[in-house]
């Protein structure tokens, strides 16, 4: 009802003027989230990260054009380029004979029974490392590297232990088997060419099948250490005996060279005691003869008192040398 007394229907009521759509500024604002959904695409797209464990390789229409490390680097957007990251500076593991999680630890019979050399049963298990070693061989080289990898490994495996014995394969040869297979599947993955690395090949556990088996076998064991502990202690009794022996022996040789030299010296003396009293004889052969034979005569009969007669032949006086008493009362002769 109007203040003049009249009423106005809704019908009545006068529509006040449409306003006419924008386009010009919706056109804007269109066009402002465009760029701004490309902007965040291509800030998306063009920039990536990778870590200190990583390589990443980039394709250019499905081309390899480029391997990149770590750090943050820029690529073509839109998918014009791809980027693959790699974990390559990351040891991997392959358990054959066994699966651990935790603390459990699984067994599985057929990858960890075996013949060996002259026809028995073991039970081997391996604990493999390998890594990455060319990103673009790992990516595109194969469908599946880390199952060629283990059948590899098993097949190798298979082949070392085959041609071992059982004592080698449970006891001492153990260093010998892990160096062959290693050696082994190196070669063949050079020559496959996958992209993987083997870094380590270890023996985690070597047993026979049954329990009878595995007590002989420990006997064996103990048999053997019992065995090195008698060499070790004949050696040391030995390192214990061999320096007296030495030393006695040293002692004797060096008694010996002394008794050699003594006899030595004494025959040069005894030569030069014969040169000095031939000298004299050849001077003087008569009375050099006399006294040898005197000296000769006091030698061998040290009792015996000696008389010189120093008379010639014709005098009637007869001088004894030495002038002791005839008449001695000791009745000496």
Not at 321 to 328: G, V
Request: aromatic content about 8%.
């Amino acid at each position: 009802m109007e203040e003049n007394g009249t009423y106005r229907w809704p019908g009545n009521q006068p529509q006040k003027p449409k306003k006419k759509p924008d386009f010009k500024r919706a056109g804007r604002t269109a066009l402002i989230v465009v760029v701004v959904l490309v902007l965040l695409i291509f800030a998306g797209t063009c920039f990536y990260t990778v870590d200190d464990k990583q390589q990443a390789v980039v394709t250019t229409f499905g081309r390899v054009t480029d391997i990149t490390d770590a750090g943050v680097h820029f690529k073509l957007p839109f998918g014009i380029q791809q980027v693959q990251k790699v974990d390559v500076n990351v040891y991997q593991k392959i358990e054959l004979g066994y699966a651990s999680a935790g603390s459990a630890y699984n067994v599985n019979e057929s990858e960890s029974t075996m013949i060996t050399g002259d026809y028995n049963i073991v039970n081997v298990d391996f604990f493999v490392e390998y890594k990455i070693s060319d990103p673009v061989q790992y990516l595109y080289s194969s469908n599946s590297p880390e199952l060629i990898l283990r059948n590899l490994i098993q097949s190798q495996v298979r082949n070392v232990v085959g041609s071992s014995t059982v004592d080698a394969v449970l006891t001492d040869g153990k260093g010998n088997i892990q160096m062959q297979v290693k050696d082994l599947v190196a070669g063949i993955l050079e020559e496959y060419d996958i992209g993987l690395s083997l870094v380590d090949v270890k023996i985690q556990d070597a047993e026979p099948p049954t329990q009878e088996v595995i007590e002989a076998f420990k006997a064996v064991e103990t048999a053997k250490q019992q065995a090195e502990t008698v060499i070790n202690d004949a050696k040391a009794y030995q390192n214990a005996q061999l320096p007296q022996a030495e030393a006695q022996a040293d002692k004797l040789l060096q008694n010996a060279a002394y008794l050699k030299q003594k006899r030595v010296n004494e025959a040069i003396q005894q030569v030069a005691m014969f040169e000095a009293m031939y000298e004299e004889y050849a001077q003087n052969p008569a009375i050099t003869r006399s006294r040898m034979y005197y000296e000769a005569i006091s030698q061998v009969l040290p009792g015996v008192k000696l008389y010189i007669n120093s008379g010639s032949g014709n005098s009637d006086v007869q001088m004894l040398l030495p002038l002791e008493s005839l008449t001695d009362t000791n009745g000496g002769e």
